[in-house]
């Protein structure tokens, strides 16, 4: 598959994820994924969930601006993404940067390996 198409289709599935239900996203992880939000180290499926489940607000919607993406010299694809996230009752959005490092798996699917998400402050 064109890694360009993939990080799209990746990208999408990842935040209407999050967005409905960030408990689901466990299977797009590993035991050897790691997460790193917002300086805070997390690795292991059950600890990213955690960390992504404990946030302190129920619902958000992020709104994409660039995706960009490059094959790894480990077979995967990394994937940078920009863009905001409205959270309920708040007249600003914040955004966000976040960068995701794909391996494939025998099945010819991927998960991710790396997540890095920082928001962006000006």
């Not at 619902?59 to 480990?74: E, R």
């Not at 955004?95 to 962006?120: A, C, T, W």
Request: hydrophobic share 40%; glycine share 10%.
């Amino acid at each position: 598959m064109n890694p360009d198409t993939l990080a799209m289709a990746f990208v999408g599935l990842y935040y209407e994820t999050f967005d409905k239900s960030r408990a689901d996203l466990g299977s797009l992880y590993r035991q050897g994924s790691m997460l790193t939000f917002e300086g805070v180290k997390k690795k292991g499926v059950e600890a990213i969930v955690a960390k992504l489940t404990s946030l302190p607000f129920q619902q958000c919607q992020h709104n994409v601006s660039t995706i960009d993406c490059q094959p790894s010299g480990a077979g995967g694809i990394l994937v940078f993404v920009s863009g905001s996230l409205q959270l309920p009752g708040e007249q600003y959005p914040l955004k966000f940067s976040e960068m995701f490092h794909l391996l494939g798996i025998p099945q010819g699917s991927f998960y991710v390996l790396n997540d890095i998400f920082r928001l962006n402050y000006a």
